[in-house]
């Protein structure tokens, strides 16, 4: 960026020489003392303005960057920002869905548990995964992780090594970035396009999923050949394709599990849920997942702490998940449990039932089978499996709308927190951030 320097003069005022020669000796010789300094202020503002013309670079050349020497990198960091994203969306969809409650004093996260979040507010469409927005950083996610797969896809086996396994976790990650759009959003855009309904962003989820499939198995990876199984499921029960989603669950092993990695390095790479919950106590955990009892034990899927304490909103009551134990727990991205509960859900009561107490039976849960009554209604016991399963994980948001489940406390009561009420929204709505700089819109 060049910037012009602009020199102020002042104006010139005419002097009448005295009529003694004393006095024309004296203007001569301040006229003397003072030329070698003007020329030493005229040399310094030349400096100063050939300093000021330098155009610095402000931004590295991509194309230094975009190299089959950096893929490995490349991949990793658009990992990473899928990753960070999900953390955000877990902690925001929580609130909205009822897992969390928000603690803290900031009035621009309320709204997530108010569930009336605005297309106007930056919180959700704007901040970054560690400040629990979700719009921005799902969509970077996205973005990078299809940037990466264009790359990987026009470099060879040759100049990257583990080319296809790559390829196959970025394809992945773009098409889970792609399911959370989906399932939390009213509609979505890519790539600056049109607006697209859940219904559209779930097939293009699918089609980076089914990619990703081809990758895993060329690369011979049962890890991402099962990665990629889970999202596509997942995908196409959210379009509809309920034979396709019971077809791709039923391949995955129940005791798969690929979790989001994390660290103590960032802020960044950090487990959100733990972050924002056992540390800085800015969400507790909703009344509905405290001291959850089964046959007269608690349940261990839904393990919680009562703080003693209250958060710092000093309006609700410190509760504190143990699902994640440390700043550095893996936070589940696919699992064979949840390939479960899509095939249950698929196949219905009868096949359904046995799958469910199978699950419940497994080691480390060993509860009991379904009772008669929770058999008779076997879409409820459903939905309560899901809720308790795949809690805190980024599922739930997207349950309570396809499955109308009540919303607690209901829409239209009162919220602690700076009055107003309860909202009803099941989705959010597409940020008018997105819509004015939209060509489309």
């Known amino acids: 960026m060049t910037r012009s320097h602009n020199s102020v003069r002042g104006t010139s005022r005419a002097e009448t020489p005295a009529a003694t020669g004393q006095a024309t000796q004296s203007f ?21 303005d050939r300093l000021l013309t330098v155009n610095s670079p402000s931004r590295l050349d991509e194309s230094n960057y975009l190299v089959p020497a950096n893929a490995l990198l490349i991949s990793n960091s ?60 799902i969509n970077v996610a996205r973005h990078t992780n299809d940037q990466a797969v264009r790359l990987l896809e026009e470099w060879t086996d040759a100049q990257v090594p583990n080319r296809q396994r790559l390829l196959a976790r ?15 959003f009213c509609e979505s855009t890519i790539n600056v396009g049109p607006a697209l309904t859940p ?25 991402l050949v099962n990665l990629a199984r889970v999202g596509r499921a997942r995908a196409r029960l959210g379009s509809g394709d309920a034979a396709g989603a019971a077809e791709d669950a039923a391949a995955v092993p129940q005791d798969f599990v690929y979790n989001a990695t994390h660290d103590l390095n960032a802020a960044s ?29 608690p349940d261990p899927r839904v393990r919680t702490v009562n703080g003693d304490r209250l958060t710092p ?57 379904l009772s008669a009554a929770e058999q008779a209604d076997f879409t409820g016991a459903l939905i309560e499996a899901r809720r308790r ?17 009540p919303q607690v406390p209901a829409p239209g009561a009162q919220y602690p927190k700076g009055g107003g009420e309860y909202g009803s929204q099941r989705c959010w709505p597409l940020p008018d951030v997105e819509r004015l700089a939209n060509p489309n819109f």
């Open 313 to 369: 909103d000093q309006a609700n009551e410190l509760w504190s998940q143990q699902k994640y134990t440390s700043l550095t727990s893996g936070t589940p991205i696919a699992t064979g449990i949840e390939a479960r509960l899509i095939l249950a859900e698929v196949r219905g009561a009868g096949e359904g039932v046995a799958i469910l107490n199978a699950l419940r039976a497994r080691a480390g849960v060993e509860l009991p089978a």
């Open 199 to 223: 219904q559209q962003v779930f097939d293009s989820a699918e089609v980076r999923f089914s990619k990703a499939l081809s990758a895993a198995q060329a690369a011979n990876d049962t890890e």
């Open 28 to 48: 001569s010789r301040r006229a003397l003392l003072v030329i070698p300094f003007l020329f030493t202020a005229l040399a310094g503002c030349d400096t100063v």
């Open 170 to 184: 970025n394809a992945a990650m773009a098409g889970y970035s792609l399911v959370l759009l989906a399932e939390g």
């Open 389 to 405: 399963e795949l809690w805190l994980q980024g599922n739930r948001w997207f349950d309570m709308q396809r499955f109308s489940v």
């Open 78 to 137: 658009a990992v990473a920002d899928y990753e960070c994203a999900l953390g955000g969306y877990i902690v925001a969809s929580g609130l909205a869905a009822g897992e969390l409650y928000d603690g803290t004093q900031t009035a621009a996260r309320w709204s997530y548990d108010r569930r009336d979040v605005d297309p106007t507010q930056a919180q959700y469409a704007s901040a970054g995964c560690v400040a629990i927005g979700v719009y921005t950083p």
């Open 269 to 297: 790479r950090n487990n959100r849920i733990f972050a924002q919950n056992n540390q800085a106590f800015a969400v507790t955990v909703a009344p509905a997942y405290r001291n959850i009892i089964v046959a007269g034990v």
